[in-house]
């Protein structure tokens, strides 16, 4: 039904930024909630930031005052600007989409994802 497509990871150093986008298909886009979530290797996935479908924003603590999760709903995409990057973001990122925002903050059950893009952060 949906298909999410995440763009924008890369290298950089610590201390620098860089800018995630997911595309969402459909006509509908305006009606999910939308979320990021990422998982370095080894680890268990974890909750970086979501938005509703009215704009309200959530983060995780690890990336409150760094991180800032905006959409463009005429575009169907979801970004996410990362600063202040630090070598514990490195991890996959993934874009998530939900019709209940409190769905992707808790991030089990979430009906939609992407399909991961690397971010690596080198001391």
């Known amino acids: 039904q949906v298909q999410l497509v995440e763009s924008g990871g890369g290298l950089v150093q610590a201390g620098g930024s860089l800018r995630l986008s997911c595309a969402a298909s459909?006509?509908?886009?305006?009606?999910?909630?939308m979320g990021w979530f990422r998982q370095a290797p080894g680890k268990e996935r974890e909750f970086v930031s979501a938005?509703?479908?009215?704009?309200?924003?959530y983060y995780a603590d690890s990336v409150k005052g760094r991180f800032t999760i905006s959409r463009d709903n005429a575009k169907n995409t979801v970004d996410l600007q990362m600063n202040s990057l630090k070598p514990e973001d490195t991890a996959v990122y993934f874009c998530a989409a939900d019709s209940l925002v409190r769905t992707v903050v808790r991030g089990t059950g979430v009906r939609y994802w992407g399909q991961g893009t690397q971010v690596t952060v080198s001391s």
């Open positions: 938005i509703s479908v009215s704009g309200g924003t």
């Open positions: 459909g006509r509908t886009f305006s009606s999910y909630a």
